[in-house]
């Protein structure tokens, strides 16, 4: 499992469109060398299962003649990986080298010759020089998502030495080089045979790629890959689409990816980049949903606040309001009435947002009752962390401008109504939007796969995500 998470990685197919990413993934040589170290144990675990099956023979053997001989019951005993190696072949993928691994085994041996003369007992098999390579191929199913298979397979075993135990030594002896070389061929045989098995073994867990990603009720994010993985002779380089959409309703937004590109980093197994078109699409897709809105009542101000949200407090600076209304408590809404633009800049993320404020009287019987409409234009400024396998993040306010758009109570001066808004701003709507923001979206992930010694850098147009990787078994 461990080997065909990590190898899942490198192993997705390209897609139909070539576009821009907005997500790019890396995998260096660190990266590597991690699948590389978790490979060998789950191959060699893969060995140790090596069912080898009762074969017999017969040989002339002077000065007796014709001895036939069978093997059964044979065990592997002892399997030793000491040398492998994952290498990346640019242009077509993974290759995978095993060399000098040791295999030992015992079993049963039986014997009959001149007729009527029968021998047995038990045998020691010591296999050496075991050399397995293979190329690791990839193709799409009809899911989309990767199968991977082996291709020109090669095993070699340079020595196999047997130690029979019991029966007549001087018979066995004479006739023991012919059944070493017949073990070292049924041995090259099952080598191959087996790695495909383990190669195989591989998707059911490409599978668990989270091609399409559910982030809450109003969204998804797709992962798919948009242009083949560029293999270099350092890293595997993948371009994931990274685009968000309403659930159920893949609208493309009104602006395309930009390209980018990844710096050269080597201190982490993994580096993900992500755009600034899919933090845009993300907005795009909220504020197509709806989901840019919120109501403000009384009862969400703190109890502490000198203002509150009824025609009194309001009347202080707009007179015609506790004239007209008198003893009402209000509602605010707060809406988008654009896709809020969002920049990234070294160090900096920045949210420039164009909302509109309705403000209602409150009637007795519940009706709502608009008193004006303000222009809200804002900006904020995102700090970005990962949390778990998710990218999560929170938003504090910089400034905001404020111009009247429709007024139902009269002339009045907006410039007012500045610190009233402000607050509101500030201990309702960004405390509600940051809870949402905690919750994250999902990055791309395989498996039970752990990020750790995470690091996040805001570079120009995209974030840069370093990391090293665990996967569970």
């Given at each position: 499992?461990?080997?065909?998470?990590?190898?899942?990685?490198?192993?997705?197919?390209?897609?139909?469109?070539s576009?821009?990413?907005?997500?790019?993934?890396?995998?260096t040589?660190?990266g590597?060398?991690?699948?590389?170290?978790?490979?060998?144990?789950?191959?060699?675990?893969k060995?140790?299962?090596?069912k080898?099956?009762?074969?017999?023979?017969?040989?002339?053997v002077a000065?007796?003649?014709?001895?036939?001989?069978?093997?059964?019951?044979?065990?592997i005993?002892?399997?030793q990986?000491?040398?492998?190696a994952?290498?990346?072949?640019?242009?077509s993928?993974?290759?995978?080298?095993?060399?000098?691994?040791?295999?030992?085994?015992?079993?049963?041996?039986?014997?009959?010759y001149?007729k009527?003369?029968?021998?047995?007992?038990?045998?020691?098999?010591?296999?050496?020089?075991?050399?397995?390579?293979?190329?690791?191929?990839?193709?799409?199913?009809?899911?989309?998502?990767?199968?991977?298979?082996?291709?020109?397979?090669?095993?070699?075993?340079?020595?196999?030495?047997?130690?029979?135990h019991?029966g007549?030594?001087?018979?066995?002896?004479?006739?023991?080089?012919?059944?070493?070389?017949?073990?070292?061929q049924?041995?090259?045989?099952?080598?191959?045979?087996?790695?495909?098995?383990?190669?195989?073994?591989?998707?059911?867990?490409?599978?668990?790629?989270?091609v399409?990603?559910?982030?809450?009720?109003?969204?998804?994010?797709?992962y798919?890959?948009?242009?083949?993985?560029?293999?270099?002779?350092?890293s595997?380089?993948?371009?994931?689409?990274?685009?968000?959409y309403n659930?159920?309703k893949?609208?493309?937004?009104?602006?395309?990816?930009?390209?980018?590109?990844?710096?050269?980093?080597?201190?982490?197994?993994?580096?993900?980049?992500?755009?600034?078109?899919?933090?845009?699409s993300?907005?795009?897709?909220y504020?197509k949903a709806g989901?840019?809105?919120?109501?403000?009542?009384?009862d969400?101000?703190?109890?502490?606040?000198?203002i509150?949200?009824?025609?009194?407090t309001?009347?202080?600076?707009?007179?015609?309001?506790?004239?007209?209304?008198p003893?009402?408590?209000?509602?605010?809404?707060?809406?988008?009435?654009?896709?809020?633009?969002?920049t990234f800049e070294?160090?900096?993320?920045?949210?420039?947002?164009?909302?509109?404020?309705?403000?209602?009287?409150?009637?007795?019987?519940?009706?709502?009752?608009?008193?004006?409409v303000?222009?809200?234009?804002?900006?904020?400024?995102?700090?970005v962390?990962?949390?778990?396998?998710?990218?999560?993040?929170?938003?504090?306010?910089n400034?905001?401008?404020?111009?009247?758009?429709?007024?139902?109570?009269?002339?009045f001066?907006?410039?007012?109504?500045?610190?009233?808004?402000?607050?509101?701003?500030?201990?309702?709507?960004?405390?509600?939007l940051?809870?949402?923001?905690?919750?994250g979206?999902?990055?791309?992930?395989?498996?039970?796969?752990?990020l750790?010694?995470?690091?996040?850098?805001?570079l120009?147009?995209?974030?840069?995500?370093?990391?090293?990787?665990?996967?569970?078994?």
């Open positions: 499992m461990f080997f065909s998470c990590w190898l899942a990685l490198g192993a997705l197919i390209p897609a139909t469109l576009i821009n990413p907005g997500v790019k993934i890396e995998l040589r660190k590597l060398e991690y699948g590389r170290q978790l490979g060998m144990v789950s191959i060699q675990r060995l140790k299962t090596i080898i099956p009762d074969f017999s023979g017969s040989q002339s000065p007796i003649g014709k001895v036939q001989y069978s093997l059964s019951n044979m065990q005993d002892n399997v990986l000491p040398q492998s994952l290498d990346l072949v640019p242009g993928g993974v290759r995978l080298s095993i060399s000098n691994a040791f295999i030992s085994l015992h079993g049963n041996w039986r014997v009959k001149l009527i003369i029968k021998d047995s007992g038990t045998f020691d098999l010591k296999v050496s020089g075991l050399s397995i390579t293979t190329t690791i191929a990839t193709k799409t199913d009809e899911t989309g998502r990767p199968v991977v298979s082996t291709v020109n397979c090669s095993a070699t075993v340079n020595s196999a030495t047997i130690k029979f019991h007549a030594s001087w018979l066995y002896n004479l006739f023991k080089k012919f059944v070493s070389k017949a073990l070292r049924a041995m090259e045989k099952k080598m191959c045979p087996l790695v495909a098995n383990a190669v195989n073994d591989m998707n059911p867990y490409l599978k668990t790629l989270n399409v990603a559910k982030v809450d009720q109003y969204a998804e994010i797709e798919s890959m948009v242009s083949s993985p560029t293999i270099a002779n350092s595997v380089d993948l371009s994931l689409k990274g685009e968000f659930i159920g893949h609208q493309e937004p009104p602006f395309s990816p930009t390209a980018f590109s990844m710096p050269p980093e080597v201190n982490n197994m993994l580096y993900i980049g992500l755009s600034a078109f899919t933090t845009n993300a907005a795009f897709v504020n989901a840019l809105s919120l109501y403000i009542t009384d969400m101000l703190p109890k502490s606040s000198p509150r949200l009824n025609t009194r309001f009347g202080v600076v707009i007179p015609q309001i506790a004239k007209l209304f003893g009402l408590m209000m509602k605010l809404l707060v809406k988008t009435v654009k896709t809020p633009v969002i070294p160090s900096n993320v920045t949210v420039q947002a164009t909302a509109s404020v309705t403000a209602y009287a409150i009637q007795s019987n519940g009706t709502l009752t608009p008193l004006f303000l222009n809200l234009d804002a900006s904020v400024s995102a700090q962390f990962v949390s778990g396998m998710r990218l999560a993040g929170a938003v504090t306010l400034n905001m401008e404020l111009t009247l758009g429709t007024s139902y109570v009269g002339e001066q907006v410039k007012a109504l500045h610190s009233i808004f402000q607050m509101v701003l500030k201990v309702v709507v960004i405390p509600k940051n809870a949402q923001l905690a919750k979206y999902p990055l791309p992930t395989l498996g039970k796969m752990k750790v010694n995470t690091q996040l850098q805001v120009k147009d995209y974030m840069l995500i370093g990391t090293d990787v665990q996967f569970k078994d």
